[in-house]
Structures are given as structure tokens and as C-alpha cells.
């Protein structure tokens, strides 16, 4: 019976991380997709959202489904009779109590990361960001040999080569240098200069809006509605969001290891959220982007791709530190790999990438490093412990029977190492046979026939 329930229990196990295998690589290839196209496709009303706003409403909508199942959580384990004003106060009590202040640093990075990715996402195609975001296991893995003092085997540091080489090789130009500049030199000086130019440059243009009648602002309707690639750019944000995320993913997995008391990761979610709304709000939608936000609105340029964007990410966000909580690495690989692959595939049909020599040879060193580069560290360092570690000794016990006097150890099994105690000199059989102490390694002499001690000796006449 106990045998076919961990049966039972073990194949759901197996079956969640498959499924939770098959919804990140989903989830992954939506949100860069999604990203990407709703920061070049025709901007709503003539305006372009803010990514400042985006990053603020993710963490609101991340805030709501992880409140809503630690709430769940806490009703369940309380009683029918208990009021909602009680469980609202004790979830406060689990959600601000112990370590939660020290959530605030990997929130803050999270939340720098997120930024990042839609100016990365904003300047680089999808694919070519994909393959560019596993640069993110070469922080992780310098992020946990300093703060989590977990070793970085050779075989590790040569992958980590391999996958900057790789990544080198995605972002490789694929056009001539010199053509690119003049192209873009041109562009640059074909803004229209009178009122005639503008008009001819209005044509099949619906989307561009003249600002006043000295053609302020011309150039940013233009890059409004024809968005243009920085690969730099891209590149730069790329790597300060791998940089950010990979801190953030280690920092966020030291905390769980060191604190003390058992916490949900729902609660912890919800203490990631909160920390993040701040830096989300005040930086971003307030001292950066505030003047934007008074004069066009809050939800300027949002339509359905834009929502859909936001709950996207925020989802993944839930899963990555529930991947990092149950230590779920090698699915997790496998389900970028797999994105990769999926993103790849998607770009060419969505958006008409073109896929160079360098592009495939440095997207395939990338996914050998995902797939091969498994966290199995502390794993391993623990089979190995548990398989040299040596037998325990056992010290047997001798009790004296009650016929023969003599020890009878138990039998040790053969894989225990039994130690024989050595008997005492006052316990000898030959102290036994008078209530007198004996004297260590004296030979006691017996009684004489005659019944004494001493031995008659005939006198001599």
C-alpha cells in the first residue's frame, strides 16, 4: 500500500516537471515574441507605450496572483470560523516578519532587469536576444561560486567559453559596415526641410503627426512609426539584464537557503512584488518618464498586445523563482533551449529574419552549452559524500549468561565495523571464586586437601 501511494506520488512529480518544462518554453517564446512586436508594430492612436508603465503593471499584476494563492494558502490551514480581518492580518504578519527586508535587493534588480529587456528587445531581433540572454548562466555561475561558495568545475568554465564565443557569433553584423553608414547617414539627412517636403513625406504615412509649424518633433514621429534596430544598444541592455537577473536569481536562492523559518514561495513572491512596485513606480513612471505620463496619460499607446505582454512576463516571473525554490535547473535549461529553437523559427516566419552562416553556428554553440551546462553541483557533491562515507560503528554490548559466564556478542552485520571492548582485570574468573578483590595479574592459590589453606608439613624428629 505505502509502496504503490510514493509510486503514485513520484509519477506526479515526474509528470509536473514535464509539464512545468513544456509552460516555461511556452512562455519564454511568447514573451520575447510578444515583446518584440509591440515595439515595432504601428504604435496605437500614433504613440508609442511607455516601457516604464509596463514594467510597473507587471509587478502589480504579479502582486495580485501571488496574494491570491498565499491568501488560499493561509485559509486553508485556519479554521471556518475565522474572519477575513484575521487571515488579512496574518498574512501581513507572515509577509513582513522575519527576512523579508532582505528581498528588497534582488527586487530591485528584478525590476532593472525587466527594464532591460524591453530597450534590449526594442534594438535586437528575437531570436538574436534569445540566443544573447543565456549570457545569464555565466553570471549565475560566478554569482554562486562567490555568494553561495559553490565550486565551478573546469568542464563548467570551458561551456562558459564556449557560450561567450557563441554569443560573439550571433551578434556579428550581417550587412557591410560601410553600407549600413552611409544608409543610415542619408536617412538622417532626408528629414524635410519646408512645408512641401513634409508633405511629400506625409504620403503613406498616416501615423506621423505634425507637432507645430516649426516640425519639432518630426523626427521622433518618424522613428515613432518606422522603428530602427541599434544592435549596440541591444547588445549593451542585453548583457546589463543578464547581469541584473543573474544576481537577483542567485541572491533570491541564498536567502532561501539561509533563512531560519520555513516560508511559502507565494509569500515570497508577494515580498519580491512589493519590493518591487517602489523602484517600479518612483524611478520609473514618476522621476524618468513623469513629464510623458502628465501630458499623454497613463495608458498611452496600450492595446491588447501591450496587456498581453505584461501578464506574460508576469508569469514567468512567478515560475523562474519557483524553478530557483525547487531547484528545478536541468528543466529549466532544456526549456530555454527549446525556446531558442521555437524563437528562431518564429522570427523567420513573423518578421523575416535572415539567418547568416554566423548566426546558426553561434545559435548551435549556445544551445550545446544550455543543454549540456546542468546545475548538478551540489547534487553531485552529495551523492559523492553519501556514497564515501563510512559505515557507522557500532560498540557491542556483552552481558554475562547466566550458565557459562561468558560474553555473547550479537553477530555485527557485515557492513558494520564492530569494536570488542577489552575485559577488565577485576572481572577475571579468577577474582570470582572469593568475595575478595583480587590483585591485577596475581595468581590466587586454592585451598589445600585437607581443607586449609597452608599445606602441614611432618615435623622431622
Excluded at 16 to 23: I, P, V
Excluded at 45 to 58: I, P
Excluded at 106 to 131: D, E, G, R, V, W
Aim: aromatic share 10%; with cysteine; glycine share 6%.
Amino acid at each position: 500500500m505505502g509502496e504503490s501511494a510514493q509510486r503514485q506520488s513520484s509519477g506526479l512529480g515526474s509528470v509536473w516537471k514535464h509539464l512545468s518544462w513544456a509552460l516555461l518554453t511556452v512562455q519564454c517564446t511568447s514573451f520575447v515574441l510578444l515583446l518584440h512586436y509591440s515595439r515595432v508594430m504601428p504604435p496605437a492612436g500614433g504613440k508609442r507605450y511607455l516601457t516604464s508603465t509596463t514594467v510597473f503593471f507587471n509587478e502589480v499584476v504579479k502582486l495580485a496572483i501571488s496574494l491570491t494563492m498565499a491568501l488560499y494558502e493561509v485559509s486553508k490551514t485556519a479554521p471556518p470560523s475565522v474572519p477575513a480581518t484575521s487571515l488579512f492580518f496574518s498574512l501581513t504578519t507572515a509577509i513582513f516578519s522575519g527576512d523579508s527586508w532582505k528581498l528588497a535587493i534582488p527586487a530591485c534588480l528584478y525590476t532593472l532587469a525587466n527594464s532591460l529587456q524591453y530597450i534590449a528587445l526594442s534594438n535586437l531581433p528575437p531570436a538574436t536576444f534569445q540566443a544573447s540572454y543565456q549570457l545569464k548562466l555565466v553570471v549565475v555561475a560566478i554569482s554562486s561560486l562567490v555568494l553561495l561558495k559553490r565550486p565551478v568545475s573546469l568542464r563548467k568554465w570551458g561551456l562558459m567559453v564556449l557560450l561567450v564565443a557563441g554569443v560573439a557569433l550571433v551578434q556579428l553584423p550581417t550587412g557591410n559596415p560601410d553600407d549600413m553608414t552611409l544608409q543610415d547617414e542619408s536617412a538622417r539627412l532626408a528629414f524635410p526641410r519646408s512645408l512641401e517636403e513634409w508633405k511629400a513625406s506625409k504620403l503613406g504615412r498616416e501615423n506621423l503627426h505634425k507637432r507645430s509649424a516649426t516640425y519639432e518633433g518630426i523626427e521622433e514621429d518618424m522613428m515613432t512609426a518606422n522603428p530602427r534596430l541599434n544592435a549596440t544598444v541591444g547588445l549593451v541592455a542585453t548583457v546589463g539584464a543578464c547581469v541584473a537577473s543573474g544576481l537577483a536569481s542567485v541572491y533570491f536562492e541564498k536567502v532561501l537557503k539561509d533563512s531560519a523559518k520555513s516560508t511559502s514561495l507565494w509569500i515570497r513572491n508577494v515580498q519580491l512584488s512589493v519590493y518591487s512596485i517602489f523602484p517600479a513606480l518612483f524611478i520609473g513612471v514618476v522621476f524618468l518618464d513623469g513629464e510623458k505620463v502628465a501630458a499623454n496619460g497613463f495608458f498611452e499607446g496600450y492595446n491588447w498586445v501591450v496587456w498581453s505582454t505584461v501578464v506574460v512576463q508576469a508569469i514567468g516571473g512567478i515560475a523562474t523563482s519557483f524553478y530557483i525554490g525547487y531547484a528545478y535547473r536541468d528543466g529549466k535549461n532544456m526549456a530555454m533551449a527549446a525556446s531558442i529553437v521555437l524563437t528562431t523559427l518564429a522570427s523567420v516566419w513573423l518578421f523575416e529574419s535572415e539567418l547568416t552562416a554566423n548566426f546558426l553556428l553561434g545559435s548551435f554553440a549556445v544551445l550545446v552549452v544550455t543543454c549540456l551546462c546542468e546545475d548538478a553541483t551540489s547534487a553531485s557533491a552529495q551523492a559523492k559524500r553519501q556514497t564515501f562515507r563510512p559505515p557507522p560503528i557500532r560498540v557491542d554490548r556483552y552481558e554475562k549468561e547466566s550458565k557459562s559466564g561468558d560474553a555473547s556478542p550479537a553477530s555485527p552485520s557485515p557492513n558494520e565495523i564492530s569494536i570488542k571492548l577489552p575485559g577488565t582485570p577485576f572481572l577475571s574468573t579468577d577474582g570470582l571464586s572469593t568475595s575478595r578483590p583480587t590483585s591485577p595479574g596475581h595468581v590466587r592459590a586454592g585451598r589445600t586437601p585437607s581443607g586449609g589453606y597452608f599445606e602441614k608439613h611432618p615435623r622431622d624428629n
